[in-house]
C-alpha cells in the first residue's frame, strides 16, 4: 500500500481554521487531517471492531 492522493471540497473557513489549528500543533494541514482520520478510525475499531482490509 503506497501513499495516495484524496482531493475534498472545503469551506474557506473551514479551511482556514484547519490551517490555524495545524499551525497551532506545529503540524502542516496535511499531517493534521491525517492525524484527525487516523482517530477517527481508531475510535470506530474501538467501538466496531477492527476494519478488515481486503
Known amino acids: 500500500m ?3 492522493n484524496l ?3 472545503i469551506d474557506e473557513t473551514m ?3 484547519l ?3 495545524a499551525d497551532y500543533e506545529g503540524r ?3 499531517s493534521q487531517v491525517n492525524i484527525l482520520i487516523r482517530d477517527c478510525i ?3 475499531e ?3 471492531g ?5
Open 15 to 17: 479551511l482556514h481554521k
Open 28 to 30: 502542516s494541514a496535511n
Open 2 to 4: 503506497g501513499i495516495k
Open 19 to 21: 490551517h490555524f489549528v
Open 50 to 54: 477492527e476494519i478488515p482490509i481486503k
Open 46 to 48: 474501538k467501538e466496531h
Open 42 to 44: 481508531q475510535k470506530f
Open 7 to 9: 482531493s475534498i471540497r
